[in-house]
Protein backbone atom coordinates (compact mmCIF):
# COMPACT_ATOMS: atom_id res chain seq x y z
CA UNK A 1 0.00 0.00 0.00
CA UNK A 2 1.55 3.32 -1.02
CA UNK A 3 2.53 5.85 1.67
CA UNK A 4 3.01 9.35 1.47
CA UNK A 5 5.08 11.90 2.93
CA UNK A 6 4.55 16.03 3.42
CA UNK A 7 8.13 17.43 2.57
CA UNK A 8 6.47 21.55 2.94
CA UNK A 9 5.32 21.54 -0.47
CA UNK A 10 2.26 18.68 -0.70
CA UNK A 11 2.05 15.09 -0.05
CA UNK A 12 4.01 12.85 -2.23
CA UNK A 13 3.16 9.41 -3.08
CA UNK A 14 6.18 6.71 -1.28
CA UNK A 15 5.95 3.75 -3.29
CA UNK A 16 8.61 2.18 -6.55
CA UNK A 17 6.67 3.97 -9.29
CA UNK A 18 6.84 7.43 -7.93
CA UNK A 19 10.12 7.05 -6.55
CA UNK A 20 11.66 6.38 -9.81
CA UNK A 21 9.87 8.54 -11.45
CA UNK A 22 10.88 11.47 -8.49
CA UNK A 23 14.31 10.23 -8.95
CA UNK A 24 14.90 10.52 -12.65
CA UNK A 25 15.97 6.65 -12.87
CA UNK A 26 17.25 6.28 -17.02
CA UNK A 27 16.60 2.15 -16.54
CA UNK A 28 17.93 0.22 -19.23
CA UNK A 29 20.25 2.40 -21.11
CA UNK A 30 23.23 1.76 -24.26
CA UNK A 31 25.97 2.74 -21.73
CA UNK A 32 28.29 3.63 -24.34
CA UNK A 33 25.76 6.43 -25.64
CA UNK A 34 24.44 7.44 -22.12
CA UNK A 35 28.20 8.27 -20.89
CA UNK A 36 28.91 10.04 -24.47
CA UNK A 37 25.42 11.84 -23.63
CA UNK A 38 25.80 12.97 -19.83
CA UNK A 39 29.00 14.56 -21.44
CA UNK A 40 27.63 16.38 -23.71
CA UNK A 41 25.41 17.48 -21.27
CA UNK A 42 28.34 18.98 -18.78
CA UNK A 43 29.72 20.67 -22.42
CA UNK A 44 26.64 22.71 -23.16
CA UNK A 45 25.93 23.32 -19.34
CA UNK A 46 29.36 25.40 -19.57
CA UNK A 47 28.76 26.64 -22.44
CA UNK A 48 25.62 28.55 -21.12
CA UNK A 49 26.15 29.19 -17.92
CA UNK A 50 29.65 30.79 -19.32
CA UNK A 51 31.24 29.28 -16.51
CA UNK A 52 35.17 29.25 -16.77
CA UNK A 53 34.91 25.62 -15.84
CA UNK A 54 33.94 22.78 -13.08
CA UNK A 55 35.51 21.68 -10.08
CA UNK A 56 34.71 18.57 -7.79
CA UNK A 57 36.00 16.97 -4.96
CA UNK A 58 37.78 13.74 -5.39
CA UNK A 59 37.90 10.98 -2.68
CA UNK A 60 38.92 8.20 -4.27
CA UNK A 61 35.79 6.50 -4.87
CA UNK A 62 33.84 5.27 -7.77
CA UNK A 63 31.65 8.40 -7.94
CA UNK A 64 33.65 11.04 -7.78
CA UNK A 65 36.47 9.26 -10.12
CA UNK A 66 33.90 8.65 -12.48
CA UNK A 67 31.86 12.42 -11.91
CA UNK A 68 35.55 14.07 -12.55
CA UNK A 69 36.06 12.46 -15.49
CA UNK A 70 33.12 13.26 -17.09
CA UNK A 71 33.32 16.69 -16.24
CA UNK A 72 37.25 16.74 -17.13
CA UNK A 73 36.51 15.31 -20.59
CA UNK A 74 33.30 17.97 -20.87
CA UNK A 75 36.18 20.63 -19.76
CA UNK A 76 38.78 19.39 -22.60
CA UNK A 77 36.24 19.73 -25.48
CA UNK A 78 35.18 23.23 -24.47
CA UNK A 79 38.60 24.43 -23.62
CA UNK A 80 37.78 25.26 -20.60
CA UNK A 81 39.52 23.77 -16.91
CA UNK A 82 38.52 21.55 -14.31
CA UNK A 83 40.33 21.70 -10.96
CA UNK A 84 40.55 18.46 -9.30
CA UNK A 85 40.13 19.80 -5.46
CA UNK A 86 41.70 17.30 -2.24
CA UNK A 87 40.18 17.35 0.87
CA UNK A 88 41.61 14.91 3.48
CA UNK A 89 40.21 15.79 7.03
CA UNK A 90 44.63 14.98 8.04
CA UNK A 91 46.24 12.01 6.66
CA UNK A 92 43.68 10.08 4.66
CA UNK A 93 43.73 6.21 4.68
CA UNK A 94 43.34 5.10 1.31
CA UNK A 95 45.50 8.28 -0.50
CA UNK A 96 46.97 5.86 -3.00
CA UNK A 97 43.35 5.65 -4.50
CA UNK A 98 42.66 9.55 -4.52
CA UNK A 99 46.09 10.08 -6.30
CA UNK A 100 45.19 7.07 -9.06
CA UNK A 101 42.08 8.74 -9.21
CA UNK A 102 43.03 12.12 -10.28
CA UNK A 103 45.70 10.20 -12.26
CA UNK A 104 42.98 8.89 -14.48
CA UNK A 105 40.80 12.24 -14.67
CA UNK A 106 43.82 14.30 -15.71
CA UNK A 107 42.58 17.81 -14.20
CA UNK A 108 44.03 21.00 -15.49
CA UNK A 109 44.99 21.31 -12.16
CA UNK A 110 44.78 19.93 -8.83
CA UNK A 111 44.59 21.81 -5.47
CA UNK A 112 44.44 20.20 -1.70
CA UNK A 113 42.97 21.73 1.25
CA UNK A 114 43.53 19.55 4.63
CA UNK A 115 40.13 20.00 6.14
CA UNK A 116 41.29 19.40 9.44
CA UNK A 117 42.31 22.55 11.38
CA UNK A 118 38.46 24.32 10.41
CA UNK A 119 36.64 21.14 11.34
CA UNK A 120 38.26 20.28 14.80
CA UNK A 121 38.09 24.27 15.68
CA UNK A 122 34.48 24.26 14.89
CA UNK A 123 33.77 21.60 16.72
CA UNK A 124 35.48 22.33 19.93
CA UNK A 125 33.94 25.88 19.57
CA UNK A 126 30.87 24.13 19.65
CA UNK A 127 31.32 21.21 21.97
CA UNK A 128 29.20 20.12 24.84
CA UNK A 129 30.03 17.21 27.17
CA UNK A 130 26.07 16.35 27.50
CA UNK A 131 26.21 15.25 24.02
CA UNK A 132 26.40 10.98 23.78
CA UNK A 133 30.05 10.58 21.55
CA UNK A 134 28.33 8.56 19.00
CA UNK A 135 25.98 11.89 18.60
CA UNK A 136 28.88 14.00 18.51
CA UNK A 137 30.74 11.80 16.36
CA UNK A 138 28.46 11.75 13.86
CA UNK A 139 27.77 15.24 13.64
CA UNK A 140 31.28 16.52 13.10
CA UNK A 141 31.55 13.20 10.22
CA UNK A 142 28.53 16.39 8.97
CA UNK A 143 30.57 19.45 9.44
CA UNK A 144 33.31 17.55 7.36
CA UNK A 145 31.11 16.99 4.35
CA UNK A 146 30.12 20.30 4.40
CA UNK A 147 33.55 22.12 4.61
CA UNK A 148 34.50 20.39 1.96
CA UNK A 149 31.65 21.77 0.36
CA UNK A 150 32.96 25.42 1.68
CA UNK A 151 36.17 24.76 0.04
CA UNK A 152 34.74 23.58 -3.31
CA UNK A 153 32.42 26.73 -3.44
CA UNK A 154 34.99 29.00 -2.63
CA UNK A 155 37.75 27.69 -5.48
CA UNK A 156 34.59 27.70 -8.07
CA UNK A 157 34.01 31.40 -6.50
CA UNK A 158 37.47 32.31 -7.37
CA UNK A 159 37.52 31.14 -11.23
CA UNK A 160 33.82 31.48 -11.57
CA UNK A 161 33.51 27.82 -12.18
CA UNK A 162 30.66 25.46 -11.30
CA UNK A 163 31.00 22.71 -8.13
CA UNK A 164 30.26 18.82 -9.74
CA UNK A 165 28.10 16.62 -7.43
CA UNK A 166 28.48 13.12 -7.60
CA UNK A 167 25.00 11.93 -6.44
CA UNK A 168 23.24 9.16 -8.03
CA UNK A 169 19.88 7.85 -7.90
CA UNK A 170 20.85 4.91 -5.25
CA UNK A 171 22.39 7.66 -2.34
CA UNK A 172 19.25 10.08 -3.61
CA UNK A 173 16.82 7.31 -2.51
CA UNK A 174 18.66 6.20 0.77
CA UNK A 175 18.97 10.14 1.39
CA UNK A 176 22.66 9.42 2.11
CA UNK A 177 24.69 12.91 1.67
CA UNK A 178 24.90 15.63 3.88
CA UNK A 179 22.16 18.05 3.53
CA UNK A 180 24.03 21.29 2.81
CA UNK A 181 27.36 19.15 2.27
CA UNK A 182 27.95 16.88 -0.53
CA UNK A 183 24.31 17.34 -1.41
CA UNK A 184 25.21 20.72 -2.43
CA UNK A 185 26.55 21.44 -5.93
CA UNK A 186 25.81 23.10 -9.26
CA UNK A 187 25.33 20.08 -11.13
CA UNK A 188 25.24 16.36 -11.11
CA UNK A 189 26.29 14.30 -14.01
CA UNK A 190 25.21 11.51 -12.48
CA UNK A 191 21.61 11.81 -11.48
CA UNK A 192 19.09 8.66 -12.37
CA UNK A 193 21.63 6.16 -12.67
CA UNK A 194 21.88 3.17 -10.37
CA UNK A 195 25.39 2.05 -8.82
CA UNK A 196 25.98 -0.37 -11.07
CA UNK A 197 25.44 2.24 -13.85
CA UNK A 198 27.70 4.63 -11.97
CA UNK A 199 30.39 1.60 -12.03
CA UNK A 200 29.28 0.92 -15.87
CA UNK A 201 30.16 4.01 -16.73
CA UNK A 202 33.25 3.77 -15.31
CA UNK A 203 34.50 0.75 -17.02
CA UNK A 204 33.55 2.83 -20.37
CA UNK A 205 35.40 5.83 -19.01
CA UNK A 206 38.57 3.35 -19.13
CA UNK A 207 38.56 4.20 -15.24
CA UNK A 208 40.92 1.69 -13.14
CA UNK A 209 39.18 -1.53 -12.01
CA UNK A 210 40.47 -1.28 -8.29
CA UNK A 211 38.70 2.17 -8.12
CA UNK A 212 35.39 0.95 -10.44
CA UNK A 213 34.53 -1.98 -7.54
CA UNK A 214 35.83 -0.04 -4.85
CA UNK A 215 33.55 -0.92 -1.68
CA UNK A 216 32.12 2.52 -1.22
CA UNK A 217 32.56 4.19 2.21
CA UNK A 218 31.87 7.96 3.42
CA UNK A 219 34.23 7.13 5.64
CA UNK A 220 33.16 10.35 8.17
CA UNK A 221 33.02 8.97 11.76
CA UNK A 222 36.06 8.65 13.42
CA UNK A 223 34.22 5.47 15.69
CA UNK A 224 32.87 3.80 12.64
CA UNK A 225 36.26 4.18 10.43
CA UNK A 226 35.53 3.19 6.67
CA UNK A 227 32.24 2.08 7.69
CA UNK A 228 30.77 0.90 4.80
CA UNK A 229 27.54 2.43 2.88
CA UNK A 230 25.71 -0.96 2.57
CA UNK A 231 26.13 -1.37 6.54
CA UNK A 232 24.71 1.64 7.31
CA UNK A 233 22.07 1.10 4.77
CA UNK A 234 21.09 -2.37 5.97
CA UNK A 235 20.55 -3.33 2.07
CA UNK A 236 22.80 -3.45 -0.55
CA UNK A 237 23.50 -1.63 -3.46
CA UNK A 238 21.96 -4.93 -5.66
CA UNK A 239 18.95 -4.41 -3.47
CA UNK A 240 18.79 -0.95 -3.89
CA UNK A 241 19.19 -0.81 -7.81
CA UNK A 242 17.14 -3.55 -8.23
CA UNK A 243 14.48 -1.45 -6.62
CA UNK A 244 15.35 1.50 -8.91
CA UNK A 245 15.33 -0.71 -11.95
CA UNK A 246 11.72 -1.42 -11.16
CA UNK A 247 12.15 -5.44 -10.20
CA UNK A 248 11.01 -6.96 -6.97
CA UNK A 249 13.46 -7.20 -3.85
CA UNK A 250 11.26 -8.54 -1.35
CA UNK A 251 9.44 -6.72 1.47
CA UNK A 252 12.08 -6.46 4.06
CA UNK A 253 14.63 -4.61 1.26
CA UNK A 254 11.69 -2.54 0.17
CA UNK A 255 10.61 -1.57 3.61
CA UNK A 256 14.44 -0.37 4.30
CA UNK A 257 14.15 1.34 1.37
CA UNK A 258 10.95 3.34 1.44
CA UNK A 259 11.32 4.16 4.89
CA UNK A 260 14.65 5.32 4.41
CA UNK A 261 13.23 7.71 1.72
CA UNK A 262 10.14 9.08 3.51
CA UNK A 263 12.90 9.20 5.89
CA UNK A 264 15.43 11.36 4.43
CA UNK A 265 12.71 13.52 2.31
CA UNK A 266 13.13 16.92 3.34
CA UNK A 267 17.13 16.56 2.13
CA UNK A 268 15.57 16.52 -1.60
CA UNK A 269 13.32 19.28 -1.01
CA UNK A 270 14.02 23.19 -1.01
CA UNK A 271 13.32 24.06 2.77
CA UNK A 272 9.93 24.86 3.41
CA UNK A 273 8.13 27.94 4.42
CA UNK A 274 4.33 29.09 5.42
Do not use: W
Not at 179 to 198: C, E, H, I, N, S
Not at 204 to 233: H, M
Amino acid sequence: MPGRIDGGIGPEVVDQEHIRAALGVVGEVDIAAETERRIGFLADYLEQAGASGYVLGISGGVDSTVAGRLASTACARTGRSFTAVRLPYGVQGDEADATAAVDFIEPTSTLTVDIKPAVDALHEATGSPDVPPEVADFVKGNVKARQRMVVQYAVAGRLGALVVGTDHAAEAVMGFFTKYGDGAFDVGPLQGLTKAQVRAVGRELGAPADLVEKVPTADLEELRPALPDEVAYGVTYAEIDAYLMGEDVGDRARSVIEDAYRRTAHKRRLPPGP
